[in-house]
């Protein structure tokens, strides 16, 4: 019976299974082919030989070097990143309902810099960084919700003027604290820089990112229910705010220390789920990891062509350059 049921499920959803399974293959050729890209380019088999070489305990080269501690786990933090935001950018979406929310509209990016900014300042470590720029994040999320949720205008509405609000609010105290302290070395980390990134980084952000995509896709069915109302959702069994607790708190989490280590990088999380939609439909069980793949590659690349084309520019800014159109296109056409 069970064996029959798989069976049937996979016959439903052959063509998105199907287009899962490409893009993990694309993700993991982004993974080995983006690092060999740049002001200095490398063999296809240049990654391997080097890795080799470590294993067998031997010095490496200044290439070799570049390419292993450099442009590797820079490779590694934008495919994490482009999923963090992606898969966030989902949630966000199915839990208040709003094909416009996104952790960078409203405030949850904004909020998790405030309070990653306060830790460079006070020269925290970076798990302190992250931690706070967790709690920052948390707030800004209550702080939106709160807002909304006495505001005058309907739901959709008043969560994106909340969240535009409270994004103002957060660059204001942001650009204070700015003012105050270096503000060059910090300023293109405002706006998602992965110039810095280093193998510390990657591995207190791995464990971290990684669960929690997980834990979310465990609640994917829930959010199914979730898309069509609390009084619907009851019906069907699901819990509204015990899921929604869970998922915004994970969201947050993700966002937070994706944001603590590279910076703003806008509107991955509004572009990304609505582009994965068109592909493989709106069911969150396919929706969450196609986006958290699609979400790993489009960072990727974009980044490795930011560097290619235009020099070592934040890739931030190219993605808000992409995304604030996107973002009109779908207030003229809800319906997306």
């Not at 409270?166 to 204001?172: D, G, K, W």
């Not at 703003?264 to 929706?287: A, E, T």
Request: net charge positive; aromatic share 14%; with cysteine.
């Amino acid at each position: 019976m069970h064996s029959k049921k798989l069976q049937n499920f996979y016959i439903q959803n052959y063509l998105r299974i199907k287009l899962l399974i490409l893009l993990v293959l694309i993700t993991v050729l982004t993974l080995f082919f983006a690092p060999l890209l740049g002001s200095i380019t490398y063999h296809p088999l240049a990654l391997y030989n080097y890795v080799v070489k470590l294993i067998q305990g031997k010095n490496l080269d200044l290439r070799g070097e570049i390419l292993i501690n450099l442009r590797l786990p820079r490779i590694i933090m934008c495919i994490l990143v482009g999923a963090a935001l992606s898969v966030s950018g989902v949630v966000m979406q199915a839990v208040f309902r709003n094909p416009l929310a996104e952790p960078f509209v409203l405030g949850m990016s904004s909020g998790a810099a405030l309070g990653a900014i306060l830790g460079f300042i006070f020269n925290f470590n970076f798990y302190a960084i992250s931690a706070l720029a967790f709690l920052t994040s948390l707030f800004s999320v209550f702080l939106v919700y709160s807002i909304a949720k006495v505001s005058k205008y309907g739901q959709a509405e008043a969560l994106l003027l909340s969240g535009i609000a409270v994004n103002f609010l957060f660059y204001a105290l942001e650009w204070l604290l700015l003012i105050r302290t270096n503000a060059y070395m910090i300023l293109s980390w405002l706006v998602g820089h992965f110039g810095g990134i280093r193998w510390l980084e990657v591995r207190i952000s791995l464990i971290p990112i990684v669960l929690g995509i997980i834990i979310i896709f465990f609640f994917s069915k829930d959010l199914n229910a979730l898309m069509f109302g609390d009084e619907t959702a009851h019906y069907l069994g699901v819990d509204p705010k015990f899921t929604r607790n869970v998922t915004v708190t994970f969201t947050t989490l993700i966002t937070a220390i994706s944001t603590a280590f590279v910076g703003l990088v806008g509107f991955v999380g509004l572009m990304v789920p609505h582009m994965s939609r068109l592909l493989i439909g709106n069911d969150n069980r396919f929706l969450i990891p196609f986006s958290a793949f699609f979400g790993a590659v489009f960072l990727t690349w974009a980044d490795v062509l930011t560097r290619l084309l235009m020099g070592d520019i934040p890739v931030g800014i190219v993605t808000m350059l992409l995304g604030a159109p996107f973002f009109i296109y779908l207030q003229v056409y809800r319906k997306i």
